[in-house]
């Protein structure tokens, strides 16, 4: 009986510091997985290079005077053909 009784102890410590491991507290006492859901967001808007047409992620991208661009040396090709 007391081995039973140490296995489970055992097994409950396991899974108390897997599961503090895996999802540390935020702040305000919230559990991280919540904390992914909030990273996660909605998805980026892809916008296409008005050089040549690859779409990229707008983050990723080079914003000109009226379009956008995948690099700056798309945008300064762009500007010097026309």
Not at 16 to 29: D, E, H, T, Y
Not at 77 to 82: D, P
């Amino acid at each position: 009986m007391n081995k039973l009784l140490i296995f489970v102890l055992v097994m409950l410590a396991i899974y108390w510091i897997r599961r503090s491991l895996s999802a540390p507290a935020s702040k305000g006492g919230e559990r991280a997985a919540t904390g992914k859901a909030k990273r996660r967001g909605e998805p980026e808007k892809m916008l296409a290079c008005a050089h040549c047409g690859v779409h990229v992620p707008e983050s990723e991208g080079v914003h000109g005077e009226h379009d956008f661009f995948c690099c700056a040396e798309h945008r300064r090709q762009h500007r010097s053909q026309h």
